[in-house]
């Protein structure tokens, strides 16, 4: 047997004060289904030995990561906003370019449109068009976000997006259902079972 | 003279009510200093035709786009949240692996941290860390949003990325100020100006 493929464990999990056992948690998981984990705060960054500043040294070493994976899982959840984490989608988009293959999820079964419509919107019928109350329209695709990050895990495979059930609609941001049922569909993916 | 290098114009604006003008405009600037602007509302898409879902075709049509260019210019100014667009943001990142030119703007010049603040923060002053209300980190590096973002075009160069001057630190979406400093840069990058 050859070493474990290796994924990229991207979401805003960095951002929650046990960043650090969630990490190890995915890491557990990943193991148990034949991978093997990265998250991005594996990274021993030590500005003060290299001159740069802390945020370009973690770029530069998520982009590295990026490139050495074979795939990745992306917590799609939304992050103080309508859509996902900033810098998980940056580093989608970045692995489609690569053209690797990626499993998201997200831990809100509602809509994009569902979410934006919160702040308030308007229905031009004549349209069939939702806008915000600054007049932008809303897109309108049931799709748990923007179409290029949605699209960009359809346009892979049908099964490499995991969104909840209707029982559940909205679980914690850290909630690992999502990161499972990945997992599952990577090990297919990637041939890891019998 | 060879063709003008093609830029891909990526931004919120196709939300705008008056998208057409803008991405209109935008191509007229281009051609003004040299290039040649890629719109995504340049793509006609027939979904009858195909047979494909609308969504999927836009998705692809700009994915062929983004690989065809020479370089884009990016609006990263702040959209429903305190980043940017969800889709810029997935185009931006595509780019970056495509190791292709990339100047960004934003039309508000205040940090990622001053506006995710505005929802409520706390400072743990021990770690030196500001929190939102859920008691997840926000990222302090004085930059316009998300360090993956901000350090992409920091990475490429200091003169990647334009922000407005104190004297108008918010500017509307569809200002094209810095759409014009970003083409300025660009013309240099290309050796456009003699």
């Known amino acids: 047997m050859g070493a474990p493929p ?12 046990n960043a650090l056992d969630i990490g190890r948690r ?24 290299q001159g740069e500043a802390i945020d370009r040294l973690i770029y530069r070493a998520n982009i590295a990561m990026l490139r050495a994976v074979d795939g990745g899982i992306f917590n799609l959840t939304p992050f103080r906003g309508p859509s996902a984490d900033a810098g998980t989608i940056f580093e ?12 998201g999820y997200t831990n809100d079964r509602a809509s994009y ?13 004549g349209k069939a068009q939702w806008s915000d109350t600054a007049g932008r329209r809303i897109e309108n ?21 995991v969104r909840p059930a209707g029982g ?11 990161f499972r049922a990945c997992l599952d569909r990577a090990r297919r993916f990637f041939g890891l079972v019998g």
């Open 168 to 178: 559940s609609p909205h679980l914690p941001l850290d909630d690992l259902a999502g």
């Open 113 to 125: 449109l569902e979410r934006a419509k919160g702040s308030g919107a308007v229905f031009d019928a």
């Open 141 to 161: 695709f049931e799709a748990i976000d923007n179409l290029m990050i949605a699209q960009a895990l359809g346009d892979q495979g049908s099964d490499h997006l």
């Open 6 to 17: 290796k994924l990229y464990l991207a979401g805003p999990e960095v951002f929650l004060p």
């Open 92 to 103: 989608l988009g970045f692995m489609m370019a690569l053209g690797k293959p990626a499993f």
């Open 26 to 49: 995915k890491q557990e998981l990943c193991a148990e289904y034949g991978f093997e984990g990265l998250f991005p705060f594996d990274n021993e960054v030590d500005p003060g030995a």
